[in-house]
């Protein structure tokens, strides 16, 4: 009898599959102030900070009213520069607003999928959306994906392009860099291929030969833990016929 494979162990979510919470600096959301709905709240960055296993920097911000939260740093934005959060407030790098006051055209990011939730949406270093259309009704934005989506005009998102976006041109060079990149976000490394494996470890491991045999390597979508492995649901498989 075989051992569980590593898409079995994962899949169950144990501490040893899990990011560590370590020097991790706080939520990262919009930030909402009960007593300022009607009001655009202000605020000055009073530092640009570096978290653990995340891909972009982040900006802590001190608000008038005493506050300090964590926000998304986006590109272009320096330490002592003043943002708004709220509407109305002007279409600037850094400014936090609804989607029913943003242009069409405009580049955001960390947008809401739910108006007060903090932001779900283009959320990674280098990243960003585009407002396509609105209306009263919703707003279309397209996603970093190229997806469009629609948002209720109420959700709010932030101006600009998220910073960070240059950290895939640097090659990793040393196999050490990927290392502790992959232990910062608890990614698998190095990963064995399932042909080099023994039958006992993997669906496509056993023969002399590393080769997945006759068996197809396209699995079904509803296929169990220990054999969705492969190709899943894969609409065509190998060469494209000219």
Avoid: W
């Amino acid at each position: 009898m075989g051992k569980r494979i590593k898409v079995q162990r994962r899949g169950r979510g144990s501490p040893t599959f899990r990011a560590s919470k370590k020097r991790k600096r706080g939520p990262v959301k919009h930030p909402i102030f009960k007593e300022q709905q009607d009001e655009p709240l202000k605020g000055e960055i009073i530092n640009l900070e570096h978290e653990r296993g995340r891909s972009a920097p982040l900006a802590r911000i001190f608000y008038e009213n005493g506050s300090k939260e964590y926000m998304i740093a986006p590109e272009g934005v320096a330490i002592g520069q003043e943002i708004v959060v709220g509407d109305p407030s002007d279409i600037r790098i850094g400014n936090t607003l609804p989607l029913k006051d943003i242009p069409e055209g405009t580049s955001v990011y960390n947008i809401e999928s739910q108006p007060g939730d903090g932001g779900k949406f283009a959320r990674a270093g280098g990243t960003y959306a585009t407002v396509v259309t609105r209306d009263k009704q919703r707003v279309i934005v397209k996603l970093p994906s190229g997806k469009t989506r629609s948002y209720n005009p109420r959700c709010r998102a932030t101006i600009g392009v998220v910073a960070g976006g240059g950290r895939t041109e640097k090659p990793f060079v040393k196999a050490g860099n990927k290392f502790h990149h992959c232990r910062a976000k608890n990614q698998k490394y190095p990963v064995n291929r399932g042909v080099a494996m023994v039958a006992a470890s993997h669906p496509h491991g056993g023969g002399q030969k590393q080769h997945i045999g006759k068996k197809s390597s396209c699995v079904s979508r509803n296929a169990p833990p220990g054999r969705k492995v492969g190709l899943i649901a894969a609409r065509r498989s190998g060469r494209k016929k000219r």
